[in-house]
């Protein structure tokens, strides 16, 4: 032993040591700047990722052999031991601690890991819950949005308030979209289209009038500025939903439905994130729904072998709004309806709201535009969220480790916002609104916790607002797959490959909806221990459409299954249509 001992060199070269750290500090100075990854492969995040890791082994790695220079050869081994003892101690009791995380289910009611046909493997070492909140994202700075000076107001649906104490300002309106060309929509040319479509003047008045229905606006003084974003009710909707409402009137009399009853749909897509880190990382939001749940005016359900169909947005999304598969041909994605075009045309006031600059028809469908009585993402666009030449950095964008702050509001809260407003000015008329948040779509998991407090606001918002809308409507909380960045996911973990296959559905509906239809209530209990898939979220929300006017509507896929009127059969996933590679099942 002591012959191997001194063939440690005393002390390391120098020269080599400082060879290697500036080697590595260029490397990552590279991976930092580099703009060549696509957002599609989310190689910026990964290279950032292992070089944070890289540095913490260097830094284990310095401590140890700084202590066997500088310790008696026992006490390093015993130093050495002790503390490999007690970090292991504590890795094993957080794994105990976290043993439930991955079955854990609302009202009590946990995942059947074990079910015909779909057993879903329990992770013994469940890696995505071993760090706690924070622990990977620590180094990312403050969670909490700097304050910025309030210059700007809506006093009415025509006039804006302005306080720059007698300075000019500058108001921005952005362009409506639905005048938008099919070029415009395109992914690569939305960002600039929307920035070059907006109007900007400047005003030293300190009441600005705006044109009819504007919802979207800037307002900046000197290096104050404002985003401000309401929901105005329009003429022209009301006049277009009243003409397609009146048309339905005969079958809903032949049918003996009241149209009063018509249930309004609300979707909160929150993108990346699994069922079990929706408790992990909402907590206040998951109590939230477990007391309005006892409460007895709504019921909420959760599908809890909800499964995706693919590891990314893009094969989900188009699952989930349009009904289609990754093997539907281009004229399939181009020709079809989105359920929220579905809504429009039955009469409903449809609204879509989304925290990244995109227009989801362009980017998903290609060459085809949809149609939206309210679509906001314009405010969106604008740098200081999506920036102009590298919109998928670490710091900043879309795909930020750090918080989504949009001058001094979290840009979650505007969606909210909108979303309340929106259901409210249109109170005496069915509505379907679709609010997507990117929040769950960086590599640390942590940023979706800075929505925790808010949505359990919204939420409570819903509930005991001027007019309840859990009362008259239902409210989905739903996610395309689990996360698909990070540490966990590229080193293959187990559990983290489960998780991205299994994202989140939440649903609640009113319970005097459910007594008048004690059959659609039983069925939901029933599927949800069942495996079910974006299609089958897709058929279901067809079926609500005037429910329960079309109870015949035929399933656009074979197989899709709406889980409000059917019982899902034991089937594999490929009987769900589940790709092998996405399959999570055993």
Not at 383 to 392: D, G, I, R
Request: proline share 6%.
């Amino acid at each position: 032993m002591n012959d191997l001992i001194q063939l440690i060199p005393d002390k390391p070269k120098l020269s080599n040591g400082l060879s290697f750290l500036i080697s590595f500090f260029i490397y990552l100075f590279m991976v930092l700047q580099d703009q060549s990854y696509t957002p599609q492969r989310h190689g910026a995040i990964n290279a950032l990722l292992f070089s944070l890791t890289l540095i913490i082994i260097l830094v284990i790695n310095f401590s140890i052999l700084l202590c066997y220079k500088n310790l008696p050869f026992s006490r390093f081994l015993f130093n050495l031991f002790s503390i490999s003892v007690i970090i292991f101690i504590i890795i094993m009791a957080r794994f105990m601690y976290i043993h439930s995380d991955f079955i854990h289910g609302f009202g009590g009611k946990d995942l059947e890991p074990n079910r015909e046909s779909c057993n879903l493997p329990y992770p013994a070492f469940n890696f995505m819950g071993l760090v706690p909140y924070r622990g990977l994202s620590f180094w990312a700075g403050s969670t909490v949005c700097p304050q910025v000076k309030r210059i700007a107001s809506f006093i009415d649906d025509s006039t804006l308030k302005v306080d720059c104490r007698g300075k000019e300002a500058t108001v921005t309106r952005f362009p409506t979209l639905n005048h938008f060309s099919l070029s415009d929509r395109l992914n690569d040319n939305f960002q600039n289209s929307v920035l070059l479509k907006s109007i900007s003047t400047t005003t030293r008045d300190e009441r600005v009038l705006l044109p009819p229905n504007t919802e979207e606006v800037t307002v900046q003084c000197g290096q104050d500025k404002n985003t401000l974003i309401r929901s105005v009710r329009s003429s022209e909707v009301l006049k277009r939903v009243k003409s397609l409402r009146k048309q339905k009137s005969k079958s809903f009399k032949k049918n003996g439905i009241n149209p009063s009853n018509v249930l309004n749909v609300v979707i909160l897509n929150f993108d990346a994130v699994s069922r079990p880190h929706f408790y992990r990382r909402l907590p206040k939001a998951g109590e939230r729904l477990e007391e309005i749940n006892r409460k007895g005016v709504t019921s909420v359900f959760e599908m809890k072998r909800f499964h995706a169909v693919g590891i990314t947005t893009i094969p989900n999304s188009r699952a989930m709004y349009l009904g289609l598969s990754s093997n539907d041909d281009e004229d399939s994605y181009r020709t079809s309806v989105p359920i929220w075009e579905d809504y429009y045309q039955n009469g409903y006031v449809t609204a879509l709201i989304d925290n990244s600059c995109l227009d989801w028809s362009g980017k998903y469908q290609k060459e085809r535009s949809s149609l939206v009585d309210h679509h906001v993402v314009g405010p969106f666009c604008q740098p200081e969220v999506h920036p102009l030449h590298n919109p998928y950095g670490n710091w900043n964008g879309p795909f930020s480790v750090r918080r989504r702050c949009l001058h001094g509001r979290y840009s979650h809260s505007y969606l909210f916002d909108y979303t309340l407003g929106f259901l409210r000015n249109y109170h005496d008329q069915p509505r379907f609104v679709l609010a997507q948040f990117n929040e769950g779509h960086e590599g640390t998991g942590d940023v979706i916790g800075t929505v925790d407090d808010d949505l359990a606001k919204f939420l409570t918002e819903l509930e005991t607002g001027r007019e309840s809308v859990l009362n008259n409507s239902v409210v989905f909380i739903v996610s395309d797959h689990g996360l698909h960045m990070g540490l966990f996911f590229m080193l293959g973990m187990r559990s983290a490959r489960i998780e991205n296959g299994l994202p989140t559905w939440f649903m609640s509906f009113p319970n005097w909806f459910l007594r008048d239809n004690p059959r659609v209530h039983d069925i939901i209990l029933n599927n949800e221990q069942a495996l079910v898939t974006p299609y089958d979220l897709y058929e279901t929300l067809r079926g609500l459409i005037d429910f329960p006017l079309f109870p015949n509507i035929k399933p656009r896929r074979p197989n899709s299954v709406r889980v409000i009127d059917e019982v899902v059969p034991p089937r594999n996933c490929d009987e769900a249509g589940i790709p092998s590679h996405a399959c999570r099942c055993s």
